[in-house]
């Protein structure tokens, strides 16, 4: 993979930059909460993986 190694945040940074269509839809979606429904889903994933591993 040619991003192999490279922080995520600088891949999408790069999209946004080049204003193509992959940039409409990130900026879109940051815009409407994305990063904070990703992370609650993220949150609620790693809770039930806890409770479900007693």
């Keep these: ?3 192999a190694g490279v922080d995520p945040t600088v ?3 790069d999209m ?3 204003r193509g269509t992959s940039a409409a839809a990130l900026v879109t979606m ?3 909460g994305f ?3 990703v992370s609650a889903g993220l949150d609620a994933a790693a809770k039930k993986a806890a ?3 007693c």
């Design 35 to 37: 990063r904070e429904s």
């Design 51 to 53: 409770a479900m591993s």
């Design 16 to 18: 946004i930059d080049y």
């Design 30 to 32: 940051v815009t409407r």
């Design 1 to 3: 993979m040619a991003n």
């Design 11 to 13: 891949i999408v940074q």
